[in-house]
């Protein structure tokens, strides 16, 4: 800098630009505040089924086609859109239902697209990829949030 003015002028520039960089921050954290307050509203609106009676099931049973009462193909994945596939009672839970599904210190969203002929009330079966995880998955009391509901169709 040439002279003490063109300094502090470049000094002002700094402390302005500084203004505005921190009001930005804080009205960034103030949403990020407000988005977690809707988050967590939004979990906590989730409607409580309670405790459901958990069996695991796999593409390849006796019985099992590989192809949901949905008809969608578990064959090749036992996910939906990132999420588990369970099969429900569609009186308890429709199909096409979106829930979250807890146990111990799991937790994961799982989406009803197929029926079975033993799930019947509270109870839930959980696809898996092989005879060995659904037999080490075993049977399980675990918990059921409704997220969304499903119906006859998406």
């Known amino acids: 800098y040439k002279n003490k003015k063109e300094l502090e ?3 002002k520039e700094l402390e302005e630009s500084n203004k505005e960089i921190n009001n930005e921050v804080e009205s960034l954290k103030k949403e990020v505040e407000k988005l977690k307050k809707e988050a967590y509203n939004k979990q906590a609106s989730y409607k409580n089924l309670g405790s459901f009676n958990a069996s695991a099931y796999t593409p390849y049973c006796n019985g099992c086609s590989g192809i949901t009462k949905t008809g969608y193909d578990v064959r090749k994945s036992i996910y939906y859109n990132g999420m588990r ?3 429900t009672d569609p009186s308890v839970i429709p199909l ?5 599904i807890s146990y111990d210190d799991v937790s994961f969203k799982a989406i ?3 029926v079975g002929g033993a799930i019947k ?3 839930i079966d959980l696809l898996t990829e092989t005879k060995s995880e659904a037999y080490k998955f075993g049977r399980k009391n675990v918990n ?3 997220i969304k509901s499903g119906g006859s169709n998406k």
């Not at 096409?96 to 979250?100: A, F, G, H, Q, R």
Request: aromatic residues 4%; without cysteine; charged residues 35%.
């Open 9 to 11: 002028d470049r000094v």
């Open 144 to 146: 059921v949030k409704l």
């Open 112 to 114: 009803s697209l197929d």
């Open 121 to 123: 009330g509270k109870k």
């Open 96 to 100: 096409y239902s979106i829930v979250e």
């Open 85 to 87: 596939i369970i099969a």
